[in-house]
């Protein structure tokens, strides 16, 4: 069985990611890390070059390669889900997991956050907080596809486990 957990950049999708992987004895992916070893580049550097467009087809194409895993928890990325037919590809292959998390969360997340996130970069504090209440408004109706709904803000992993357990005895 496939996890995919999505959600807004800063939402936990790694951090929860792991912990549900360790709970279920899956395995664990990151997309950006996968694409990151493969072309040898950070997901920023790769912005810079090469731009969002080249990005996206990458991405799209890592996560294409996720679908030959099993027993395996897949953190994407933020906008993964928003492109193409992913989240129609993500639903089709395996259980996806969106990690919903307040504007004003997220905020404080990425603006504590020393990881540096390419569609943030040159932006105010100010104009973070405006940009990602921007991108929620596009990005919300893809990530509310989802299988399963959980607030990223004191995720209950052993609810998760609950409530993804009863989804795969459905399947």
Known sequence: MLIYLIGYMGSGKTTAGL?????????????????????????EKFFEKYGEPTFRKIERE?????????????????????????MELINKNGISVYLKM????????LLNSKKKRPLLAGQTDDEIIVSIRNQLQVREPFYLKSCLVSPGIDLDMNSLVGDINKIIGVC
Do not use: H, W
Request: proline letters at 3%; one cysteine or more.
């Open 19 to 43: 912990k549900l992987a360790v709970k279920m004895g899956y395995t664990f992916a990151d997309l950006d890390v996968m694409i990151e070893n493969k072309y040898k580049i950070t997901i």
């Open 102 to 109: 307040p504007d004003n969360a997220l905020g404080q997340r």
């Open 62 to 86: 890592t996560l294409i390669e996720t679908f030959s895993f099993s027993n395996t928890v897949v953190a994407t990325g933020g906008g993964t889900p928003c492109f193409s037919d992913n």
